[in-house]
């Protein structure tokens, strides 16, 4: 096939089809289906989404929108004992988030169970499943290995009505969990353990979050996957590759049970994940748990809902999941490539205002007793952004760290006798320092060179300096919070070594809270979400703990780049 151009949402340029837009397109051509794209997106709803999770949202419903066909939202939940509606609630939360709305309906794998027990019965009828009453060891060990052919379970030739009678009586809740299991009778020396008989249905006395107690058998997933697909008329099933094997069951059960043409196509392709995190639902749940996180939306975490409240935005997101791409090839992604997407995206959006985060106050001691107010650029990035004024007085904060006493040569910022521009405003020269017993500064003294005012025309405007410090005048700065993350994990690898549990690489110093943060006080306003680049420190997003008291603030990313220095 030709090789065909496609253009990217996120930046415009064009790259060649993936090798499921090729399969797609082959379909399309050959008119398979009616040509129809119809993809779905199947959480389970045990947990939280997670990143690798968005990249999987934003292949199948972009797919869906760039060949004007649907994506369905389909809950399997097959599994009442993990499941909860907290979760099927923030499952769509996150796909809206994302920017990507489902077909009618959510669907639910639980919608089909009457279906699947008709199936079922069905099936039995037809002498291809019986109940086995062996135990779970029994049942694994007579599969026995890849490299033999399994025993048949001494229950596999059953009669057609003693099948029946149980397997109805398993369902009315007549016999204990785990005593009986309905199996498809397949083929027990397959080379593909899975079609070993594979179990159907088990009996589970568990509340379902959907059906409530109107169940006390459960489909397992391998028998509802397959057949959700079809009953939605899904065309092109999308998933990742440990689905590979399980492919022949899926097409054996619809080929047992469905006469039609139509047939959806599953697709694997390999998953994403991300370096120094974890992604398995499990041990997510085990750090919301154990308290190692502050909750599933903690902003360390990869989940969606932890990058949204870190600050990431959903066009950051599907920038991601579209560099990341698609392949079959199990790849696992630098964290500084979303970094890099995220700050991509903010830079153009993020107005630009000045914080300082560890602030030591300067006076400036021949400025007179008012405030001026200084106009400054809200976003360079974006004409449209325009100025906003920024009041500056006599006694200002800069941060900490932009003054030493005993400098080096090439320290740039304040020391005593040099000199520094403070941002849109003026040249200020440190004459003297205040000291508290232990030596730690409590004050700097300058003077102000009152003729360089930024933007004034004079010589003394355009005179230039080395350093340029951000700053906010101590009267009218405003108290903040804010919360500067690292890496959750100390390990690229966490979840990877066999000896060492994933908790021990658990960074103690990931999350640092400073209290005594000055900001500028047109933030005064700021809501929950709100993002700013705080110059020269970083990109800050409002977080959902502000209060009307305190205003808090997480950092989401810091300025410095390294991704697209190593990958350009
Ligand atoms: P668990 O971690 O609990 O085993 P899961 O991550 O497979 O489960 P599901 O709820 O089954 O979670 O996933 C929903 C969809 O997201 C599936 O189609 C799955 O293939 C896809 N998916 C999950 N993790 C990734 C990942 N890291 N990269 C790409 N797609 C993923
Ligand atoms: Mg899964």
């Known amino acids: 096939m030709d090789k065909q151009e496609h253009l990217t949402e996120a930046d415009g340029e064009s790259r060649s089809l993936n090798f499921i837009e090729q399969i797609i397109e082959e379909n399309r051509a050959e008119g398979k289906n009616g040509g129809r794209v119809h993809t779905r997106f199947p959480p389970e709803p045990n947990g939280y989404l997670h990143i690798g999770h968005a990249t999987s949202i934003c292949l199948n419903f972009g797919l869906a929108a760039q060949y004007n066909g649907k994506c369905n939202l389909r809950f399997d939940d097959t599994n009442p004992v993990k499941e909860d509606v907290e979760y099927t609630d923030s499952i769509q939360d996150d796909i809206r988030w994302l920017g990507f709305q489902w077909d009618g309906e959510v669907h639910y794998a639980s919608d089909y169970f009457q279906q699947l027990y008709d199936w079922a019965e069905q099936m039995i009828r037809e002498g291809k499943a019986y109940v086995d009453d062996q135990s779970a060891e029994e049942i694994s060990a007579g599969r026995r290995t890849i490299n033999e052919p399994g025993v048949n379970s001494p229950y596999r030739n059953r009669s057609v009505e003693e099948n029946l009678d149980l397997f109805r009586r398993m369902k009315n809740g007549e016999f204990p969990e785990g005593s009986r299991v309905l199996r498809a009778k397949i083929d027990m020396a397959s080379p593909n353990m899975l079609l070993r008989d594979p179990i159907m249905y088990r009996i589970l006395y568990s509340h379902h979050h959907r059906t409530g107690d109107a169940w006390c058998i459960y489909p397992m997933y391998d028998y509802t996957h397959g ?55 499990r041990k997510l749940l085990e750090l919301v748990e154990k308290g190692f996180v502050s909750g599933w939306d ?24 579209e560099k990341v791409g698609v392949a079959r090839r199990e790849i696992v992604v630098d964290m500084a490539l979303l970094e890099y997407c995220i700050r991509e995206h903010l830079n153009k959006i993020a107005p630009r205002v000045m914080a300082v985060l560890d602030p030591v106050k300067v006076v400036l001691d021949n400025y007179p ?33 932009d003054f030493m006493e005993n400098a080096p040569k090439n320290f740039f910022r304040l020391t005593p006798g040099g000199e520094v521009r403070l941002k849109g405003a003026y040249i200020i020269k440190c004459t003297s320092v205040e000291k508290d017993a232990a030596g730690n500064v409590t004050a700097i003294h300058a003077t102000c060179d009152l003729a360089s005012r ?46 060492i549990d994933f908790k021990e690489f658990i960074n103690e110093h990931s999350l640092k809270v400073l209290t005594k943060c000055k900001i500028e006080p047109g933030l005064q306003q700021a809501k929950p979400g709100d993002k700013f680049q705080f110059q020269r420190l970083g990109y800050f997003c409002v977080d959902k703990d502000t209060t009307a008291e305190k205003l808090v603030f997480n950092r989401t990313v810091a300025l410095k780049d390294t991704w697209s220095k190593t990958q350009k």
Not at 245 to 259: A, C, I, K, Q, S
Not at 298 to 321: N, Q, V
Not at 375 to 393: H, K, M, T
């Open 227 to 281: 057949q959700s697909d079809y009953l939605e008329g899904i065309t092109h099933s999308i998933c990742t590759l440990e689905f590979e094997v399980h492919r022949p069951l899926y097409n054996w059960f619809l080929d047992e049970l469905t006469d039609t043409e139509y047939r959806p196509r599953q697709i694997e392709f390999a998953r994403r994940n991300l370096n120094y995190t974890v992604m398995s639902k």
């Open 369 to 401: 007793d008012r405030t001026e107010m200084v106009a400054l650029e809200n976003n360079p990035e974006d004409e449209n952004a325009g100025i906003r004024e920024v009041p500056f007085s006599r006694e200002l904060y800069i941060e900490r760290d």
């Open 298 to 321: 903690d902003p360390r975490m990869p989940t969606i809902s932890g990058l949204r409240r870190r600050g990431y935005t959903p066009e950051s997101i599907r920038l991601f999941a």
């Open 454 to 499: 930024s933007g004034s025309g004079t010589e003394a405007s355009n005179r230039k300096v080395k350093g340029t410090l951000h700053w906010v005048s101590a009267a009218h700065a405003i108290d903040a919070e804010v919360r500067l993350y690292d890496r959750l994990f100390k390990d690229e690898d966490p979840a990877g070594h066999k000896e």
